[in-house]
Protein backbone atom coordinates (compact mmCIF):
# COMPACT_ATOMS: atom_id res chain seq x y z
CA UNK A 1 0.00 0.00 0.00
CA UNK A 2 1.34 3.24 -0.66
CA UNK A 3 0.36 6.75 0.63
CA UNK A 4 -0.30 9.70 -1.32
CA UNK A 5 1.24 13.13 -1.51
CA UNK A 6 -2.22 14.26 -0.53
CA UNK A 7 -2.39 12.52 2.30
CA UNK A 8 1.00 13.24 3.79
CA UNK A 9 0.17 16.66 4.22
CA UNK A 10 -3.35 16.17 5.97
CA UNK A 11 -0.67 14.04 8.16
CA UNK A 12 -1.16 15.23 12.40
CA UNK A 13 2.74 14.20 12.50
CA UNK A 14 5.16 15.54 9.94
CA UNK A 15 9.20 15.19 10.36
CA UNK A 16 10.77 18.21 9.31
CA UNK A 17 13.98 18.30 7.57
CA UNK A 18 16.05 20.75 8.62
CA UNK A 19 19.55 21.81 6.88
CA UNK A 20 22.13 24.05 8.62
CA UNK A 21 23.12 26.88 6.33
CA UNK A 22 26.66 27.30 6.72
CA UNK A 23 28.07 24.35 8.70
CA UNK A 24 30.62 26.63 10.35
CA UNK A 25 28.04 28.49 12.37
CA UNK A 26 26.88 27.59 15.78
CA UNK A 27 22.92 25.80 15.32
CA UNK A 28 21.84 28.25 18.65
CA UNK A 29 19.10 26.24 21.09
CA UNK A 30 18.59 23.84 18.70
CA UNK A 31 19.70 20.20 18.88
CA UNK A 32 22.99 19.48 16.67
CA UNK A 33 21.41 16.19 16.04
CA UNK A 34 18.35 17.56 14.71
CA UNK A 35 20.85 18.44 11.48
CA UNK A 36 22.68 15.21 11.41
CA UNK A 37 19.35 13.24 10.95
CA UNK A 38 19.52 11.31 14.04
CA UNK A 39 16.99 13.11 16.11
CA UNK A 40 13.99 14.14 14.28
CA UNK A 41 11.72 17.46 14.74
CA UNK A 42 8.37 16.81 14.25
CA UNK A 43 5.75 18.93 13.74
CA UNK A 44 2.17 17.70 15.06
CA UNK A 45 -1.45 18.60 15.14
CA UNK A 46 -3.44 18.62 18.42
CA UNK A 47 -6.97 17.42 17.05
CA UNK A 48 -9.16 18.75 19.94
CA UNK A 49 -7.54 22.44 19.83
CA UNK A 50 -6.64 22.29 16.07
CA UNK A 51 -3.49 23.88 16.88
CA UNK A 52 0.20 22.93 15.93
CA UNK A 53 3.30 22.63 17.70
CA UNK A 54 6.96 21.00 17.73
CA UNK A 55 8.53 18.11 19.65
CA UNK A 56 11.91 16.11 18.98
CA UNK A 57 11.62 12.59 19.13
CA UNK A 58 13.90 12.68 21.76
CA UNK A 59 14.79 15.59 24.49
CA UNK A 60 13.52 18.32 25.92
CA UNK A 61 12.52 21.41 22.92
CA UNK A 62 13.83 24.64 23.74
CA UNK A 63 11.96 27.25 24.90
CA UNK A 64 11.14 29.52 22.25
CA UNK A 65 9.84 26.28 20.26
CA UNK A 66 7.44 25.96 22.68
CA UNK A 67 4.49 27.82 21.13
CA UNK A 68 1.10 27.01 19.43
CA UNK A 69 0.45 27.68 15.89
CA UNK A 70 -2.74 27.71 14.34
CA UNK A 71 -1.77 26.32 10.54
CA UNK A 72 0.92 24.43 9.76
CA UNK A 73 2.27 27.36 7.34
CA UNK A 74 2.74 29.89 10.33
CA UNK A 75 4.54 26.97 12.48
CA UNK A 76 6.96 27.16 9.06
CA UNK A 77 7.48 30.93 9.16
Do not use: C
Amino acid sequence: MSISPESKMRSPDRVLILNVIDPKERTGLMDPRVFAGTNPLHAKRDDQAGLWYLHYENGILPEPLKQRFTSFKALLI
